[in-house]
């Protein structure tokens, strides 16, 4: 009886769904109080429902209900509590129930916390989330039901993917998804904005922090999966442009120069349409990711569909959804006034550089994902696009971005000074040179651009603090006036710095693993020694373990240095019970910033193994600078005047907001 309710809470969220995608823009179109008062009750209303249809899903994995065949395709008795959890999402179905979770928590979210929002912008922002709702609520009942019953029911299901029985999965799709349907309410406010024909800094304000708070949740998803692939999968790899990694990088591409655009538009009244139109692409881009996962066009670790209608379901989805927004935008989007004028040289001039160059880089990995998909499907003829035409591409793009980054915030609005800029960066830019070239010196050397690689990497935290030493006006302040000034400091102020600087720490990860890492494959035997990064690894044999729903053969590495044993580590290949799938568990030695990574490969028929050794250093800096980004986001969101938001007012008739374009 469970079940059957979290199945029917399901039903009555869809007609909730639909009565708010109907009656709460019809009050804001009639300026109908009643109606429009309809909007947080019965979006706080769709939330419980869908939450407590949720809950029974997750009950019933936690006391294995093998009756549902969601719980039986996806779930085993034997498997720890924490495995049977995410396995609630670990799955096509269940992932798509977290997704809409998702949704209607950020809907309620508007609810509560959008108080001060003009009521007929508030009424029409929740009727968009509530079409989006109402879609996929259609979705799931008709196509994806994780409620489906099994008669007789099975006495063990058949086991979780064995890939996916891991912490890291536990926490990377809730953040990716986060992230991914955090941007749904800044789609929604675009929406709402374009139905009313008013855009302005008011709106702008209003939408920044859903606009951060889905950028922080996606990077934190996206370097969650990174650094889950990359000791899980044991192929020593952080970034693969796999299609699936790619799905999730556009939209954070998108988001971050919405939020760029967004603080523009704020501060100057300027790039308003260029700020619509970003929160409409990038809420699109979240629903390719969505689509090219669970479409089943794809096949990879994270894409659990396979049946073909939910393909078509979702595209229509995508098509109605993005070719609404796009259409709606091009009818009310010659009527809006573009906004202020700025000078090229100038803080605005440089956020426009970042659009640009961040645009043109999401374009560029769009057409590289989907090129041999839409190649294959014409002429039916598999061709791959791969990490060399990626690295060419993006990283000729990002270079100009990141060597820019340390002059925006020394800019001023509206007109700026480039010299006085170059004046003030100049220190930053001496010390990064000279610790990038230190750094390539320490790791013995390579090629001459990967100096300056980990210079651009050092310039951009440097610059980050430049930023912060002359806010405070440490330049000509005694230091305890500037002290004091730094305290002061707006928390938005301190949180780009965090942001910036934890790029340039991830850059300089990038560029040092990439430049100095080495990677040893050898044939081993009991006793045999191999070197790696100045360390050598004594193999010392297998040995047999047996795991709660699995068997595994454990090898185990003892690891000195100049003679001395300093560490040890397990590296194991495992053979899970119910599926008889292999997995591969590296065994990974952390020192400093750097790590030594060890995956066994075959057995050799003449009793040894074959063992691949990679030597990472500075690798945990691409992570590091992510948490560094992540923590800026949250310092941002806890900035007073974002939490405020901008003062409430009234809206005027659509048609009297309606100004010529310039």
Request: proline share 5%.
């Amino acid at each position: 009886m469970i079940i059957e309710i979290g199945h029917y809470a399901l039903v009555l969220a869809l007609a909730t769904a639909i009565i708010l995608s109907v009656l709460p823009a019809v009050g804001a179109r009639r300026k109908d109080a009643a109606l429009m008062a309809l909007a947080p009750v019965g979006t706080l209303t769709l939330f419980g429902l869908v939450a407590l249809s949720f809950c029974v899903l997750t009950w019933a994995y936690a006391v294995s209900d093998f009756s549902v065949r969601n719980v039986w395709e996806n779930s085993h008795s034997l498997m720890p509590l924490v495995y049977k959890l995410s396995g609630v999402w670990g799955n096509h179905e269940g992932s798509m129930l977290l997704w809409l979770l998702i949704l209607t928590l950020f809907s309620a979210m508007v609810a509560i916390f959008g108080r001060n929002l003009p009521d007929t912008l508030r009424a029409n922002v929740l009727s968009v989330q509530a079409w989006i709702s109402s879609a996929f609520l259609m979705f799931i009942l008709l196509t994806s039901n994780p409620f489906i019953r099994l008669d007789p029911a099975p006495a063990e299901g058949q086991d979780l993917n064995p890939v996916l029985q891991d912490p890291g999965l536990a926490i990377h799709p809730p953040l990716l998804y986060l992230g991914y349907v955090g941007f749904s309410v800044c789609f929604s406010f675009a929406i709402a904005a374009l139905m009313e024909g008013r855009i302005d800094a008011a709106w702008a304000r209003w939408v920044r922090p859903w606009t951060l708070a889905a950028w922080t949740f996606l990077t934190s998803g996206i370097a969650m999966g990174s650094y889950w692939a990359y000791y899980e999968l044991g192929w020593g790899g952080w970034w693969f442009w796999d299609p699936v990694e790619n799905a999730s990088f556009m939209p954070w591409l998108a988001g971050t120069a919405l939020l760029h655009s967004a603080l523009v538009m704020e501060k100057r009244e300027a790039l308003k349409i260029w700020t619509v139109l970003l929160a409409i692409m990038t809420f699109s881009l979240s629903l390719l990711g969505t689509f090219l996962v669970r479409s089943g066009v794809l096949t990879s670790v994270h894409a659990f569909a396979t049946d073909p209608t939910r393909g078509i379901f979702i595209l229509t989805i995508l098509t109605i959804f993005v070719g609404g927004a796009f259409a709606l935008f091009a009818w009310r989007a010659p009527n809006l006034k573009s906004g202020g004028l700025f000078a090229p040289i100038s803080r605005e001039g440089a956020l426009v550089l970042n659009n640009l160059i961040l645009t043109v880089s999401a374009a560029t990995v769009l057409i590289g994902t989907l090129y041999p998909l839409v190649l294959e499907t014409l002429t039916g003829e598999k061709i791959s696009v791969g990490a060399p035409f990626f690295n060419l591409t993006f990283g000729l793009l990002m270079i100009p971005l990141l060597m820019a980054v340390p002059f925006g915030p020394l800019l001023a609005w509206k007109r700026g000074d480039l010299l006085g800029a170059l004046q003030r960066l100049y220190v930053a830019a001496g010390l990064a040179l000279v610790a990038g070239f230190a750094l390539f010196y320490l790791e013995s050397g390579g090629p001459v651009m990967a100096a300056l690689g980990l210079g651009l990497g050092f310039f951009l935290m440097f610059g980050a603090l430049t930023d912060l030493f002359y806010r405070a006006g440490f330049a000509k302040a005694a230091p305890s006036i500037a002290f004091a000034r730094l305290k002061g400091l707006p928390r938005s102020a301190f949180g780009a710095a965090l942001a910036h600087f934890g790029l340039g720490v991830t850059v300089l990860g990038i560029v040092a693993v990439t430049t100095f890492q080495s990677e040893t494959v050898v044939e081993m035997k009991q006793g045999q020694t191999a070197q790696a990064g100045g360390y050598a690894l004594v193999f010392d044999g297998m040995r047999e373990a047996i795991g709660p729903n699995f068997t595994e053969e454990r090898g185990h590495f003892t690891i000195s240095r100049g003679g001395i044993a300093v560490a040890d580590v397990w590296s194991s290949k495992r053979i899970y019970t119910a599926r008889r799938m292999p997995t591969t568990e590296a065994g990974i030695l952390t020192f400093g910033f750097s790590q030594l990574y060890v995956s066994l490969g075959d057995p050799m028929a003449d009793g040894g193994i074959v063992v691949r050794i990679w030597w990472k250093p500075w690798i945990l800096c691409i992570w590091g600078g992510a948490l560094i980004m992540t923590f800026g986001g949250l310092v941002s969101l806890s900035d007073r005047r974002l939490r405020v938001g901008a003062p409430r007012r009234q809206a005027k008739p659509a048609r009297a907001a309606m100004e010529p374009a310039e």
